[in-house]
């Protein structure tokens, strides 16, 4: 927590002391569903047993919340994002399960938590601007604090990881009708060590002067294979949004 603070506290700086002319604050806030399509694990990756959530456990559709807070500057803009994700699973195993250290027996009731919480700093630049079309790139550090716990009435475990995800940026805005935008945002990064990648789609709409409402959807893919642990996952999201500019 005290990280998460400390990159708060820098972002919160930088947009104070940010003194072009033409800035302008927003609050982003967005909410809905997520549902993993499939979130497969293993830990450790040497010793350990590989599994599904989704599969050999079953999860259903949970309700999740994104904010996000920025400054434009000209053609630049400058925002923190908080993402946290919960996600649980309950089932049986139909085999035994080496997770963490542990054993789960089959045929006992499980129960998984999956949290993905992202914490992101992101800068975009505009480098195309007309009557209907915003272009704009840039890039994201994010902050990944997540973690597994598997749990069934004989033993209990969390595998925790923690670290730093540069992520390249890009979104577009598309005016295709008076008061409308298609709106497109993209952070990706491949890598051998693994992928990371946050895609938005959705149609927006300006309620009043400097307010819009969007509804969409978003897919987080991506994990990693080296190191120490095995996670992949892939999540969908139906979503709706709020932007207010002040």
């Known amino acids: 927590m005290r990280i998460i603070k400390i990159i708060f506290s820098g972002c919160a700086g930088l947009l104070l002391l940010t003194s072009a002319a033409r800035a302008q604050y927003y609050l982003d806030a967005e909410t809905g569903s997520v549902r993993a399509g499939h979130n497969t ?110 749990t069934n009435p004989a033993v209990s475990t969390e595998s925790k990881n923690t670290g730093f995800v540069p992520l390249a940026a890009f979104s577009a805005q598309y005016a295709f009708s008076p008061g409308y935008l298609l709106d497109l945002d993209i952070e990706a990064l491949g890598a051998p060590q693994g992928r990371a990648e946050d895609f938005m789609l959705a149609i927006s709409r300006q309620l009043r002067p400097g307010m819009r409402l969007r509804a969409g959807y978003r897919f987080l893919e991506g994990g990693s294979g080296a190191g120490e642990v095995y996670t992949f996952a892939w999540l969908h999201y139906l979503l709706v949004g709020l932007t207010w500019e002040f």
């Open 41 to 150: 694990v293993k830990i450790p990756l040497k010793g350990g047993t590989r599994f599904s959530l989704t599969d050999d456990l079953r999860s259903g559709a949970e309700p999740y919340l994104r904010v996000r807070v920025g400054r434009k500057y000209g053609r630049s803009d400058l925002s923190f994002l908080a993402a946290p994700l919960t996600l649980r699973s309950k089932g049986t195993f139909d085999r035994a399960v080496a997770f963490n250290g542990k054993v789960f027996a089959a045929g006992a009731p499980t129960e998984a938590v999956y949290r993905f919480n992202s914490y992101r700093v992101k800068y975009l630049y505009e480098f195309h601007r007309s009557e209907l079309l915003s272009l704009r790139w840039g890039g994201a550090l994010k902050l990944r604090h997540a973690g597994i716990t598997l």
